[in-house]
């Protein structure tokens, strides 16, 4: 009888483990298994109709400001890709406008292409697997982990110096852009979501406001700008100067239809 109440008493101990087991986060989204091109440059086979929804949130706390985006490609030609970015809401629903400054086409080739004065250091480029969206989470993306550095200030090339590290994945539409640090206001630039698709007449018709001028007249631009062209990135840490990123005017805060004081847009 003894043995049986101690039984029972040990059973009764181990029922909350297992209860808070049960409870628990489930298992993590599967890894992707479509083959991985052999090119680096995730805008290189971009689609007409791609969309990614991404935030930008201050590094560090779960509770701090949040800029929410979406990236859109609008057309496309053998060389060359529209992206427009509009500033949204967590929900991707939302429109509070075009972000002129990075809404542009752009120039696509196999490989990443670094804006002038900066170097790319191959040596620290790394494979990651990252956990997206939620919580919890609800993409397993594999990325390449890249830093690049240039001036800060890019009237001083020899002068202080920023990192950026950019996580690019072939499982993320649009630019594959899933992780960037720094970006706007030192900011953490993380992708949510990349599943909604816009429909080919929508995108026909928004692409009528952005004729590529460049083309016609027979020139083309860099993947990347060769300078910062964000009103106010020559300040230190405010923008996103690397890769194929152009720079980016501020959007709401998360939760308002206006942009931040002082932050444009």
Known sequence: MRRTLVALFAAALALPALVRAQDGPGEPPPTPTTPLPKFDNPLFDAEVGETCLYKVREPGTDDGWVLWFEERVLARTAKRVLVETVKTDKTGTKDFGVDNTATRWWDVQEGLTIPPGWTHDKSKDKDELLYLGGPPPTHAVRTTKR??????????????????????????AVRGIAKRFPAQREGERVAVAWSKRIPAE?????????PDLEAKAGSSSPTAPSAPSEPGMDEPGMGEPGMDEPGMAEPAMEGGDAPAPGMGG
């Open 147 to 172: 830093h690049i550095e240039g001036p800060t200030d890019p009237s001083k090339p020899d002068g202080l110096k920023t990192r950026i590290q950019t996580w690019f994945s072939h499982d993320v």
């Open 202 to 210: 929508e995108c026909a018709r928004r692409a009528e406001r952005y």
